[in-house]
């Protein structure tokens, strides 16, 4: 039984959904590689004996039972959970949830030892979980999957989200074996979950900044999560009037992709003017698309995040009345339409404090971090305790093939997660 193997389990799928076009990975959820992920950890909790199923919203549960415990609903009430995701945003780096997942394999090989030996006796059965659609990458709505579990989406919303192909999340849920009719808030699942504890890949620069770091630029492996930040995306497509590009003169035209372009301007000039803001315009779809054409319609997505919702909201509003203004300067009209929403998270004091008593007998100096990052235990964290913890990313950089944690990181994170389960077991 390997001790931790943190590294040999995330060296195993390396070469899963790799983008050569992009760099890095895209493994889209019920994508090919991102089904191959979800059978590698289907294995890898088998070959531990571990009691695997995948519910009706399409998250993976691997059961730890108490040593001659049934495993039914009852016995596992009010139980220890640990996991992550495997999708990932397209071209995005290869820690970016398998670091949890396979984090979480490793921490019970270390805690399996441990009860094997005697050191361990544990009152809880503990769950691996892995969550479908976490960066919404191919729906567009993130973390589907606990918002799905937790009742925080409308489960007939959810089942119409459309991918690019057009494909509806009910199809490729029933392609996948999935029952629609039965998705949404389950009652059953959210009472096993007693705590729910995500290990992530740090996404920023917090554990690099002089304020972590020594002189070596060396900073602590391991960091407790204290809040997310609040965060949502909206659409905003642009219409115009699609026309020839060699035949239409530049008087003529109506062109959404020039009201587009100065609205991408305005989010960076409305964002940086608020303090704590964030805003990002990361797609940009022209219909049709074509070189010499003059698009009909520019779809834009646009992410907003800030500590406090209002001012959130505040800024959608103003970055709103920017789109009519141009849209109406340039013959255009525009719509805007919310995709999700996720307020500011605070985790669970009392897990966190648990959190920071285990990380603190390995990485003493594991501070308490903030996140801009959105994470499924940010959705479940309105519904039951919830805890994170980050491994530090030299990078401080996420969503990109340069995100990347050392491999003794990595395997510190496995004792620290190991050491925080135990603790709650
Ligand atoms: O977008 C996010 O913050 C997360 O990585 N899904
Ligand atoms: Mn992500
Ligand atoms: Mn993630
Ligand atoms: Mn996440």
Redesign the pocket.
């Known amino acids: 039984m390997p001790t931790h193997g943190v590294n040999s389990l995330l060296a195993a799928i390396s070469g899963e959904g790799r983008d050569a076009k992009r760099g890095g990975y895209s493994r889209p959820v019920y994508s090919d590689a991102e089904i191959t992920l979800r059978e590698w950890f289907i294995a890898e909790a088998s070959v531990r004996g571990l009691e695997v199923s995948t519910d009706a919203n399409g998250i993976i549960w691997a059961w730890w039972d108490l040593p001659g415990s049934p495993g039914d609903d009852a016995s596992r009430k009010g139980s220890l959970v640990t996991g992550s ?1 495997l999708d ?2 397209p071209g ?1 780096g290869a820690f ?2 398998p670091l949890g997942v396979a984090s979480a394999l490793a921490a019970y090989d270390v805690l399996a030892a441990r009860e094997a030996s005697g050191e361990l006796a544990r009152n809880r059965a503990l769950a691996l979980a892995v969550f479908p659609e ?2 919404g990458s191919r729906f567009g709505v993130a973390c589907l999957g606990s918002r799905l579990l937790s009742g925080a989406i409308d489960p007939v919303k959810a089942l119409n989200l459309r991918d690019a192909e057009g494909n509806t999340f009910a199809d490729i849920a029933a392609a996948n074996g999935l029952d629609p009719a039965r998705m949404g808030r389950d009652e059953k699942a959210l009472a096993r979950i007693g705590d729910f504890i995500e290990l992530h890949v740090e ?1 920023g620069r917090g554990l690099n900044t002089e304020q972590y770091t020594d002189a070596a630029g060396r900073g602590p492996a391991v960091a407790v999560g204290s809040s997310i930040l609040g965060h949502g995306r909206w659409r905003l497509s642009f219409s115009g009037q699609g026309n020839h590009a060699g035949t239409t003169l530049m008087i003529d035209r109506a062109d959404p992709m020039v009201a587009a372009a100065q609205l991408v301007l305005k989010v960076r000039e409305i964002a940086t003017a608020q303090p704590d803001a964030r805003a990002t315009v990361g797609r940009l779809e022209p219909v049709p698309g074509g070189t010499n054409v003059i698009a009909s319609r520019v779809d834009i997505w646009l992410d907003v995040r800030h500590p406090e919702d209002a001012v959130t909201a505040l800024l959608v509003e103003k970055i709103h009345g920017q789109a009519q203004k141009i849209a109406a300067f340039e013959g255009c009209s525009v719509v805007l339409t919310e995709e999700s929403l996720s307020g500011t998270v605070h985790f669970d004091a009392a897990l966190s404090a648990s959190l920071e008593r285990s990380v603190h007998r390995l990485v003493p100096d594991a501070p308490a971090l903030p996140t801009g ?3 499924d235990a940010g959705v479940l964290a309105a519904y039951l305790p919830t805890g994170m913890l980050y491994v530090r990313n030299p990078s401080g950089i ?2 990109s093939p340069e995100e990347y944690v050392e491999d003794a990181d990595a395997e510190a994170g496995v004792l620290a997660l190991a050491d925080a389960l135990e603790d709650l077991l």
């Open positions: 995701h990932s945003v995005g970016d949830g976490e960066e996404q990052a959105g994470h996420s969503h």
